[in-house]
């Protein structure tokens, strides 16, 4: 059974940086694309950036320019760097990978983390 771990979040005052890292333990089994999501209190879950095995990304127009994600597949772990933090980035923050076990190849399965806090002071 694949688990993601995050880790990263914290307190930082607004303009600072922060990053989060999000690991997946197990075995027999690959990963495709990787993300990350957030939520806000009374708001609905949404994408930050995501990243295909590829290596192609894709950012939430209001991160674009600060956050940057990164996979190192080696470790199977995706990184988000977020510079430049607002206020409005405050939020929890969720690992998602779309995961592919070694003995069911065609049937694709989606992980999430169990989310890290990010609270952005201004």
């Known amino acids: 059974q694949v688990q993601l771990v995050e880790s990263g979040g914290g307190l930082v005052q607004a303009g600072g940086s922060l990053g989060l890292s999000c690991a997946a333990s197990g075995s027999r089994f690959s990963i495709n694309a990787m993300g990350w999501y957030r939520q806000a209190p009374g708001k609905q879950r949404e994408l930050v950036a995501e990243?295909?095995?590829?290596?192609?990304?894709n950012y939430a127009d209001s991160v674009k320019g600060r956050f940057t994600i990164s996979r190192d597949d080696a470790k199977k772990t995706v990184y988000l760097q977020m510079n430049s933090l607002k206020a409005e980035d405050t939020a929890v923050y969720y690992c998602?990978?779309?995961?592919?076990?070694?003995?069911?190849?065609?049937?694709?399965?989606?992980?999430w983390g169990q989310g890290t806090q990010v609270t952005v002071s201004s």
């Open positions: 998602n990978a779309g995961i592919r076990y070694y003995s069911r190849p065609n049937s694709p399965l989606n992980y």
């Open positions: 990243i295909t095995s590829g290596g192609s990304t």
